[in-house]
T-cell receptor, first 111, second 115 residues
Framework: SQQGEEDPQALSIQEGENATMNCSYKTSINNLQWYRQNSGRGLVHLILIRSNEREKHSGRLRVTLDTSKKSSSLLITASRAADTASYFCATASNRDDKIIFGKGTRLHILP | SAVISQKPSRDICQRGTSLTIQCQVDSQVTMMFWYRQQPGQSLTLIATANQGSEATYESGFVIDKFPISRPNLTFSTLTVSNMSPEDSSIYLC????????????FGSGTQLSVL
């Protein structure tokens, strides 16, 4: 069963602008992760934020987590054409070892 | 991070046939995971492959349709049996890594089309 729900489902922005994607989930989690998928191939792990963390940075990525609202956001600053991909949030529950993926946001960076 | 080789990368198959997908990891891992991604959809966990024991299947997936082998700690196969067009998907193997084994690393996927 799916846990995360990303919005928007699709996003097109100009190169250089910031892109923000949101994720909501339903159950208690140990951590929340974001992955990128290019052209329907294997997913690449981007960043992990634990349930006791509120914000995390990695390069041009900024992730926030609000456990009271059961939501997270991924911000990509100064977007580039190479950022065009699908982005998925995934949650690891504190009940079992399974990682459950959301539906994803398709991001398109316009030149 | 683990390097995962998955093959074939893509295949076009006839209805009623079976396809075996191979996943090779460059290091020993306890658990390997098989996911399915239907067109335009997210990833759904099919099963967890454990070395030395039977795979653990998720709700909606059965061993007769998706038999899995795990002969050692670096290799696993997933077979899609008696295929129908509804099985057309990307199939992905993955392994856990990270401080507490919480991150997933993925193979490049197998794009399957069933005619």
């Amino acid at each position: 069963s799916q846990q995360g729900e990303e919005d928007p489902q699709a996003l097109s922005i100009q190169e250089g602008e910031n892109a923000t994607m949101n994720c909501s989930y339903k159950t208690s989690i140990n951590n929340l992760q974001w992955y990128r998928q290019n052209s329907g191939r294997g997913l690449v792990h981007l960043i992990l934020i634990r349930s006791n963390e509120r914000e995390k940075h990695s390069g041009r990525l900024r992730v926030t987590l609000d456990t009271s609202k059961k939501s997270s956001s991924l911000l990509i600053t100064a977007s580039r054409a190479a950022d065009t991909a699908s982005y998925f949030c995934a949650t690891a529950s504190n009940r079992d070892d399974k990682i459950i993926f959301g539906k994803g946001t398709r991001l398109h960076i316009l030149p | 991070s683990a390097v995962i080789s998955q093959k074939p990368s893509r295949d076009i198959c006839q209805r009623g046939t079976s396809l075996t997908i191979q996943c090779q990891v460059d290091s020993q891992v306890t658990m390997m995971f098989w996911y399915r991604q239907q067109p335009g959809q997210s990833l759904t966990l099919i099963a967890t492959a454990n070395q030395g024991s039977e795979a653990t299947y998720e709700s909606g997936f059965v061993i007769d349709k998706f038999p899995i082998s795990r002969p050692n700690l670096t290799f696993s196969t997933l077979t899609v049996s008696n295929m129908s067009p509804e099985d057309s998907s990307i199939y992905l193997c993955s392994v856990e890594e990270g401080r507490e084994g919480e991150k997933l690393f993925f193979g490049s996927g197998t794009q399957l089309s069933v005619l």
